[in-house]
C-alpha cells in the first residue's frame, strides 16, 4: 500500500482583526495547539483610530491543512477577515533587516561595496563597525547576511515579512 505524502507549500497570510490584548497570543496558541510552525510574524494597527490591525502570517503547510488553518482562524471573535495572499494571486512581500559587521582595512571596503550593490544603507558607523539597513524579499536578504558572514557579521535583526496584494482591491 503506497501513502501519498502531502506536499507542504509556503503560505503569506493577511489576518484583519480587532486590536484588543490577547489576540496575537491567541493566534499563536492556534497554531501551537495544533503544531502549526510559524515561520514569520508581522502586526500593526492599520487604522486611524487604532481600533484594527494586520497580522502578516508566513506558515508552511499542505492545501487541507491550510484550509484548515484560515478556518480556525475565521472562526476567532475578534477576526474579521483571513486571506490568503499566496493563493489570491500577485502580492508583494518584503522585510527589513538590521546587519551589524564588524571590519577594517579591506573587509570594510568590501563590506561597504557590497552594501552598495544591494542597495543596503548604513544607518550606524563607527571607526570598527557598520549597521546596514536592508529591505526586499527574503532570497535578497538571506544573500546580503551571508556575503556580510565573510566580512565579520556580528548580529541580524529582521522585521519579518510584510505583504499586500497587487492591484487595487484590498485584501
Known amino acids: 500500500m503506497h501513502i501519498k505524502e502531502e506536499t507542504t507549500e509556503r503560505h503569506t ?5 480587532d486590536n484588543e490584548p490577547g489576540i496575537l497570543a491567541r493566534i499563536a496558541g492556534l ?23 494586520r497580522i502578516t502570517i508566513v506558515t508552511s503547510a499542505s492545501a487541507p491543512v491550510m484550509e484548515q488553518i484560515i478556518a480556525q482562524l475565521e472562526r476567532l471573535v475578534p477576526v474579521h477577515k483571513v486571506t ?3 493563493e489570491a494571486g500577485a502580492h508583494v512581500e518584503r522585510e527589513l533587516a538590521l546587519v551589524k559587521v ?21 544607518v550606524d558607523a563607527t571607526i570598527g563597525s557598520f549597521v546596514f539597513e536592508v529591505t526586499g524579499g527574503r532570497e535578497k536578504i538571506n544573500k546580503f547576511v551571508e556575503l556580510m558572514r ?12 510584510v505583504a499586500i496584494s497587487r ?5
Open 31 to 53: 497554531f501551537t495547539a495544533r503544531g502549526y510552525n510559524i515561520e514569520s510574524l508581522t502586526v500593526s494597527e492599520i487604522t486611524a483610530d487604532n481600533l484594527i490591525s
Open 84 to 86: 490568503d495572499l499566496t
Open 167 to 171: 492591484g487595487a482591491e484590498a485584501a
Open 13 to 17: 497570510l493577511a489576518v484583519i482583526v
Open 102 to 122: 564588524r571590519g577594517t582595512g579591506e573587509h570594510r571596503i568590501e563590506a561597504l561595496r557590497l552594501a552598495e550593490v544591494y542597495r543596503a544603507r548604513v
Open 150 to 161: 565573510d566580512l565579520g557579521l556580528v548580529e541580524v535583526a529582521r522585521t519579518g515579512i
